[in-house]
């Protein structure tokens, strides 16, 4: 074939996404299956299913492309290719890179964090400066950060960009980030303050029609997200921050309610993040795949 091309897998805890990409982040082919979850060994089997079921799709053998790139959620040992801890798959320190070398034979492989893959994806697709910070932000089911700069991701011991955890006031009180400002705890609180079954989208609906109870858990979510991107600018002032995740790409009034209320307490020096804090273009269900398979392009 004329393009070669690398495989991403994004793995989830409903679903394993796999597909061909080349090197401008094109996604040639790809399809996705229910993720297995009974055990370690019966997830892994369903990501195998999947790889080669789209090989066999597109008449390819292993050795046609340049490596297997995969994301996934929680802890992830790089160096040695395990997956150290995860909260919603059963790959508690799974060695995922000797597994599928095992499998598909010695080619490239490589494993990252997902948020972490679809960060990289933005970063490279924006073609930035080797001495650029770039941030991302993914607001979603979890909220978590990554930072890269000159092609690296800060990873600090491990754990690095888990800004779920990071303290912020909700309603009154200190409270996670995650708890507070993510898609189930917009929908959460929706379900207390109206005493009915509430989704993120209606409560977003009923804020945009001036209502005063969602009114009062978009501007709640809308501080804390503040408060997480304005820890951001005065650690790293990054040249740019990009959104991604359904909430930010669903809602890019929220986008701009949050980047108003955030100029409020930025210095006259931080201004300029304003301007370059956009939200991703890259199809939410795409970004995974796409950063996964730059892991080894």
């Known amino acids: 074939m004329a393009v070669k091309y690398a495989l991403g897998v994004d793995i989830g805890g409903t679903k394993v996404a796999v597909g061909l990409v080349d090197d401008t982040g094109h996604v040639a082919y790809s399809l996705k299956v229910p993720s297995n979850k009974e055990s370690s060994e019966t997830l892994f089997q369903c990501v195998c299913t999947a790889i080669r079921e789209l090989l066999n799709s597109q ?50 492989i490589k ?31 979890g909220i978590a950060a990554t930072n890269i700069i000159n092609n690296t991701i800060l ?36 379900k207390q303050m109206y005493g009915e079954d509430l989704s993120t989208k209606a409560v977003f609906d009923n804020w945009r029609k001036g209502d005063i109870t969602a009114s009062a858990i978009i501007a709640n979510a809308r501080d804390g997200m503040v408060q997480a991107i304005h820890n951001m600018i005065c650690l790293l002032d990054p040249k740019i921050i990009v959104l991604g995740g359904s909430v ?37 269900g795409n970004n995974g795949i796409i950063g996964s398979a730059f892991l080894v392009q």
């Not at 292993?62 to 909260?87: C, H, M, R, S, Y």
């Not at 919603?88 to 010695?106: A, D, H, R, S, Y």
């Not at 491990?158 to 705890?185: D, K, Y």
């Open 111 to 141: 494993i990252d964090n997902d948020v972490k893959v679809a960060a990289y994806a933005e970063y490279r697709l924006l073609s930035l400066k080797a001495e650029d910070m770039f941030g991302y932000i993914t607001i979603s089911t």
């Open 59 to 108: 008449q390819l053998n292993i050795e046609d492309i340049a490596g297997i790139g995969v994301g996934l959620p929680g802890k992830v040992d790089v160096e040695n290719g395990v997956a150290v801890f995860q909260n919603n798959i059963p790959w508690e320190n799974f060695p995922v890179v000797k597994q599928l070398q095992e499998e598909f034979g010695n080619i490239p």
């Open 248 to 284: 930010a790409q669903n809602n890019p009034d929220f986008i701009e309610d949050i980047k108003t209320v955030l100029g409020l307490s930025l210095h006259h020096e931080q201004k300029h993040i304003l301007n370059n804090i956009i939200i991703s273009k890259i199809d939410s």
């Open 155 to 190: 990873r600090g011991s491990g754990f690095a960009g888990e800004i779920g955890f990071m303290p912020v006031r909700s309603f009154g009180r200190t409270s996670g980030l995650e708890i507070s400002c993510s898609g189930p705890a917009i929908e959460r609180q929706g």
